[in-house]
């Protein structure tokens, strides 16, 4: 796949807008955003990382958290949203060097199609982004592939995360929707539907232990849960609301808050927005990243739908 230059705003959206629904505008810094407004919700994507930074269905509040200090520039990876980690997960472990996630939360994507379906049942905007190898890719990773991440807007936030192995020989991947869901107030945010799995807590020598009973906060938490496909329900009182997140062909969940500590080692997150924060992001890591044949296709799946706590 050729690295084509952005089209222009005007020509993104004479190919792309919807009148009244859907445009591209400039964003933060000047990134073209992806502008997405319906009965049923409105969003926000960046074609910067394809990622999305805003989600609020009808009668909800904002449901994903995006820090107001995050960089919005070439090389850097907005703080909040959902980053798309590919095809490493933290660190490349062969290349203490490479950027950490992997280098496609930093690309500018390419817009591929957009979407409306306003049938009784569901009045939802899709938006396909595509990114794909290229020479800068291949200095990281020598691999032909291309990524494509279909976000469909509605009552619903549904995202689809298709890898499509074009080269010649088989590749192994590692992904994650590293979405940061926003709450009132982590300390008292509990997340249930892991309980009784084992997981590897990178805040302590990624030791393996087993999850008793719902996950509550009170300090780092940095948790990657292993072979699990069960969805999770993200509890916050604050707001009375739950985030449930529904995984399809994901078998890691990492839960992740940098808590007081860990936040000030990150320069954009605002001191207190730690607090507004967690991450729960349907993935393949470790032991569960994905071989694919050449030829082959995956897609890995998070909807997220909110509903009121009690
Ligand atoms: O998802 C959890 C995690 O891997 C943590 O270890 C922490 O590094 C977080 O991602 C954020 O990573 P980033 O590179 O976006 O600062």
Not at 194 to 219: C, H, M, P, S, W
């Amino acid at each position: 796949m050729t690295s084509r230059s952005p089209l222009a705003l005007d020509e993104l959206n004479r190919r792309f807008a919807i009148e009244g629904v859907v445009q591209i505008v400039s964003g933060n810094q000047g990134l073209p955003k992806v502008q997405i407004a319906t009965p049923a919700a409105s969003a926000e994507i960046y074609l910067h990382g394809a990622q999305l930074t805003s989600w609020v269905p009808a009668g909800s509040g904002e449901v994903i958290f995006l820090s107001e200090r995050s960089k919005f520039a070439d090389g850097s990876a907005i703080r909040g949203g959902v980053p798309i980690c590919f095809p490493w997960f933290r660190n490349k472990a062969d290349d203490p060097k490479a950027p950490s996630h992997g280098f496609v939360r930093t690309k500018t994507w390419e817009l591929e199609s957009v979407t409306r379906d306003v049938t009784q049942a569901s009045h939802t905007v899709a938006v396909t982004l595509v990114t794909g190898s290229d020479d800068a890719s291949r200095k990281w990773w020598p691999h032909d592939f291309l990524l494509r991440h279909r976000v469909t807007i509605g009552a619903e936030l549904k995202m689809e995360l298709t890898l499509t192995n074009t080269g010649q020989t088989r590749l192994t991947f590692e992904e994650a929707l590293h979405t940061y869901h926003r709450v009132a107030a982590v300390g008292h945010v509990r997340i249930a539907g892991l309980d009784g799995v084992a997981y590897l807590d990178n805040t302590d020598a990624n030791r393996e232990k087993i999850q008793q009973g719902d996950i509550a906060f009170a300090r780092q938490t940095d948790s990657a849960y292993l072979n699990t496909t069960h969805n999770l329900e993200i509890l916050d009182p604050g707001l009375n609301r739950r985030i449930l997140v529904a995984k399809r062909n994901s078998l890691t969940t990492v839960v992740w808050n940098p808590w007081q500590e860990g936040a000030k080692s990150l320069s954009d997150l605002g001191d207190e927005e730690w607090r507004e924060m967690v991450c729960a992001e349907a993935s393949n890591i470790r032991a569960f990243a994905v071989t694919l044949p050449p030829g082959e296709q995956h897609t890995m799946a998070a909807t997220l739908r909110v509903a009121k706590l009690a």
